[in-house]
């Protein structure tokens, strides 16, 4: 079975200071990690995803995370939060043998940039 | 924008009426799926599609059932709606189901509120 923890409901950081979503998963073989966006009354949009190589991925908006096969851990970051980054962020895995409909979502963590 | 287009974006309906939410792609992907999003509980897959007249079903089928008669379309139909099916739901498209790149990434519609009173 394959699971997805975010432990924090809610993120606060000032405007101009780094942030960090942070996200644990569980799976039996190789994980493919993905991060997603939710402005309000908005679908969810993609930011970016690990399927193997470096550990650190890019992503838009000048998002990042952080692959750590060790702390089972893929935690979102970006070095300067913007106010218009508030929203619900959601961190998704499915186990590298696994169909596409197999994708687990996490509870979903909200940001508030505080100006 | 990922081609996605959900209809109705809003609807209110009685307890016991039948509803039908409609999924229009123009990627031409495979792989149709829905979800419905709720307060606590994140993302749920509710049913998902792998190709015309192909489905299956999520984690939260009861109570649901869907078609696609065409590669664009899948729609959701609740056969008599409850008001615990009041819910956001999302409409998502992914180019495959496996293999390929193998973390086919999956691209959301805008969402369709629906509350059952």
């Known amino acids: 079975a394959q699971s997805v923890a975010q432990p924090e409901d809610q993120v606060n950081v000032a405007e101009g200071n780094p942030l960090t979503v942070k996200c644990t998963y569980s799976?039996?073989?190789?994980?493919?990690l993905f991060w997603y966006v939710q402005y309000p009354n908005r679908g969810l949009q993609f930011l970016l995803k690990y399927i193997t190589g470096d550990n650190l991925v890019k992503g838009s908006y000048g998002f990042e995370a952080e692959f750590n096969k060790s702390q089972t851990s893929f935690h979102l970051k970006k070095p300067s939060a913007l106010v218009s980054d508030s929203a619900l962020y959601f961190c998704a895995v499915r186990d590298e043998g696994a169909g596409s409909y197999q994708l687990t979502f996490g509870k979903g963590t909200k940001l508030s940039v505080i100006p | 924008d990922a081609g996605i287009t959900q209809s109705p974006r809003h609807k209110v309906t009685e307890t016991g009426t039948p509803v039908t939410l409609r999924c229009h792609q123009t990627e031409n992907h495979r792989y149709m799926y829905w979800y419905r999003q709720d307060p606590g509980h994140g993302l749920r897959l509710i049913h998902y599609?792998?190709?015309?007249?192909?489905?299956d079903k999520g984690e939260v089928s009861d109570g649901y059932s869907v078609s696609r008669s065409k590669t664009e379309d899948f729609l959701l139909t609740l056969e008599s709606a409850t008001s615990s099916q009041t819910s956001v739901y999302f409409c998502a498209i992914s180019p495959q189901g496996t293999g390929g790149l193998g973390g086919n990434t999956i691209y959301f519609g805008e969402g369709s509120w629906l509350t059952v009173v």
């Open positions: 599609s792998y190709g015309v007249k192909d489905t």
């Open positions: 799976v039996s073989g190789n994980p493919y």
